[in-house]
């Protein structure tokens, strides 16, 4: 059996636009200017609470606190109107992986599970993930307690399993919890980047992710 971990934003699905438009209005409901665009995809798949604490290191907790729940009431209310697209491409691949009985996908994300569920839904992707493990549950990436759940719950060890995801905050947590991390070329974090935290490789597009798991299962 292998197992294979698929990160959610940056990875399967483009949501920057809902996330730094979410972000904003986070701020500003602090009464703080908003960050740039390039601060705010850096810290995609980190925990919110960990990622406006980077975001915003002078501002006291309750700063803290009232951009955390302006995010979060800003995202949610957003995700009422339009979802966040899946790359192209990322559709083929699951159903591909999925429909090996031998293989099992799971999920690691530093998304809520109410923001996961209802992107999972969005997309009609009900049924392909075996676990699907959220920051609600977890510290932050890079800590690799999801990774390590996820075994756990399925019973493959770290040599047969890959961390699929967009930010070096994956393959550092892939890195931590022994197993390969493959870095995707289309998300938040630049390549350079991807590499230097650890990954075997990187994906250009999902038809060569999907030719990288298939050859690393065999």
Do not use: N
């Not at 501002?59 to 949610?76: K, L, N, Q, V």
């Not at 009900?126 to 756990?152: C, N, W, Y």
């Amino acid at each position: 059996m292998k197992l294979i971990v698929f990160d959610v934003d940056g990875t399967l699905v483009d949501s920057q636009h809902l996330i730094c438009a979410a972000m904003g209005q986070g701020f500003a409901a602090a009464g703080l200017p908003a960050p740039a665009r390039e601060a705010i995809l850096s810290i995609v798949g980190l925990s919110l609470p960990l990622a406006v604490a980077r975001l915003a290191p002078e501002a006291a907790p309750d700063a803290h606190e009232r951009i955390t729940d302006g995010y979060r009431a800003a995202f949610m209310a957003a995700r009422q109107m339009a979802h966040a697209p899946l790359y192209d491409g990322a559709a083929d691949c699951l159903d591909r992986l999925a429909g090996r009985d031998d293989w099992l996908l799971a999920i690691a994300t530093g998304k809520s599970r109410r923001g996961l569920v209802a992107l999972v839904e969005a997309h009609g992707l009900q049924g392909r993930f075996v676990s699907m493990q959220t920051a609600d549950d977890h510290p932050s990436k890079p800590h690799p307690s999801m990774l390590e759940r996820i075994m756990a719950e399925t019973g493959i060890g770290p040599g047969d399993a890959v961390m699929i995801g967009d930010t070096a905050f994956d393959m550092e947590m892939a890195r931590a919890a022994g197993m390969a991390g493959f870095g995707v070329g289309w998300g938040y974090h630049p390549v350079p980047a991807l590499h230097a935290a650890g990954a075997a490789l990187v994906a250009a597009d999902f038809a060569g992710l999907t030719a990288a798991i298939e050859e690393w299962a065999r």
